[in-house]
């Protein structure tokens, strides 16, 4: 298997020098404008992300054993993308791992590697459970995986429930590592319907601001984000997890979204329209995402966040002391009454191997 992870890492490596990734069969083919090097080309371009490998041959053994269990936790994935081909698989699983990087671990491939394993290793049931009442309203979480292309190897959705009429909160991605949990991105991808149930939840959850500033920047975050990112971290401290990530800016991500539209932009569209748009759209996903964790600070204070200056990364460390207050975040900190069941699963797949 070796050489199957060593002609799938280079094969990504040298297509991603020309900024052009084909993977799949020639009748459905993926095509990603993702552009890298690796600190062991000679190539040098101070516009592209580079890898950085310490020790190739330790690299390519923690790749190999990555693949394996990614193979495994992804193997819907082939079906998904139309991918029949063992090395096309590996392929994409690669390009991936890469694309999912910050600057941090670009620089730290080994350690990187290691990390992502481990959080796959981490397996967190997936189903519908029901987990408590809100304002008269029953509650349930859905676990599902995501596809191995989406930063994180897990979402969580919350469904409210009311005669036959369900109002969902954004979803959270996030993945596991030990008591660490890693927190991708709360999105809300216009899941709000136009039902009386969702706009009754949405005037209510706007209770959330009560008290706050809204000049600050903890004021500036969706309500709902807010209130999906409350039960969350309420289901986190059940489940032993004290510490919650934000990890930083993904440049490799960043860029192949932006090459994309730029390989497809619209004749009339300039260059730089394109490239100001997708700033502008990073910038504020970015910092409303980093404003939840403010926001949750300002109101839970024994829970503290800091910022690594070496990772880059947001660190918010849980404290499980109910705190009380006039605000309705309160209500939802104590209503989620679950706890994640979470099996490491790395002792069972080296006993495997």
Not at 64 to 69: A, G, Q
Not at 72 to 85: L, P
Not at 190 to 218: P, Q, V, Y
Not at 290 to 306: K, Q
């Amino acid at each position: 298997m070796l050489k199957d992870t060593r002609d799938a890492f280079e094969y990504v490596a040298n297509s991603a020098k020309e900024g052009e990734i084909h993977i799949g069969e020639k009748d459905s083919e993926w095509i990603f404008y993702v552009q890298f090097l690796t600190n062991l080309q000679n190539d040098k371009d101070d516009d592209k992300s580079v890898l950085h490998i310490a020790d190739e041959k330790n690299f390519l053994r923690l790749l190999d054993k990555y693949l394996v269990v990614a193979r495994e936790f992804y193997h819907n994935d082939k079906e998904y993308f139309g991918i029949k081909d063992d090395n096309e698989f590996n392929k994409k699983l690669v390009l991936d791992l890469v694309v999912n990087a910050t600057n941090f671990q670009l620089n730290n491939m080994e350690k990187y590697v290691e990390q992502k394993t481990k959080i796959l290793q981490n397996q967190v049931q997936c189903g519908t459970f029901y987990i408590g009442n809100y304002c008269g309203i029953p509650i349930k979480c859905e676990i599902k995986k995501n596809q191995s292309n989406l930063e994180g190897p897990y979402r969580m959705d919350f469904d409210f429930t009311k005669d036959n009429i369900t109002f969902k909160l954004p979803v959270v991605t996030f993945g596991i590592m030990d008591n660490i949990c890693f927190i991708y991105a709360v999105q809300n991808k216009s899941r709000i319907k136009d039902t009386t149930l969702a706009k009754k939840l949405d005037r209510h959850f706007r209770k959330l601001n009560k008290g706050i500033d809204m000049d600050s920047d903890e004021a500036h975050v969706s309500t709902n984000a807010l209130a999906s990112f409350a039960l969350f971290l309420s289901i986190l401290k059940q489940s032993d997890i004290d510490t919650v990530i934000a990890p930083a800016f993904l440049p490799i991500r960043y860029d192949g979204r932006k090459n994309a539209q730029l390989k497809h932009k619209k004749e009339e569209t300039t260059i730089e329209e394109i490239i100001e748009n997708i700033n502008r759209e990073q910038e504020n996903m970015t910092q409303k995402f980093i404003n939840l964790f403010l926001r949750y600070e300002h109101h839970f204070e024994n829970s503290v966040l800091s910022y690594d200056e070496t990772t880059q990364d947001a660190v918010l460390n849980l404290d499980t002391e109910i705190e009380k207050g006039d605000n309705i975040i309160y209500d939802l900190d104590t209503t989620a009454k679950f706890h994640l069941n979470i099996q490491d699963k790395s002792y069972e797949q080296e006993i495997e191997k």
